[in-house]
């Protein structure tokens, strides 16, 4: 299974810090439609824009970013860990 967590800028609309999915080799971009389709329409517009991800959202496979590997198009497996971390600005 997938391990995916989620920074607490998240939580209002996964409810959850972390999650398992049952997914096979897939990318990131379908880890990316599953996630929408369980969590709904605001988490996609909260994570990607024109179809990239977002300027200020950073995505880690196993501590690597994907904009180091091959972006949406990053292969993960079972074995692997996600973390999803929007950066959060105040003052």
Same mark, same amino acid.
């Given at each position: 299974m997938v391990s995916i967590r989620f920074s607490s800028a998240l939580n209002n609309i996964t409810k959850t810090r972390s999650t398992n999915i049952d997914l096979? &080799?897939? &990318?990131?971009?379908a880890?990316?439609?599953r996630l929408t389709s369980e969590y709904g329409e605001d988490f996609e517009r909260r994570l990607l824009q024109d179809g990239e991800v977002r300027r200020f959202v950073n995505v880690y496979v196993n501590g690597e970013d994907i904009r180091h590997l091959s972006g949406l198009d990053t292969k993960i497996t079972d074995s692997d860990e996600i973390s999803i971390l929007p950066a959060v600005s105040g003052g």
């Open positions: 096979g &080799t897939v &990318t990131i971009k880890l990316f439609d």
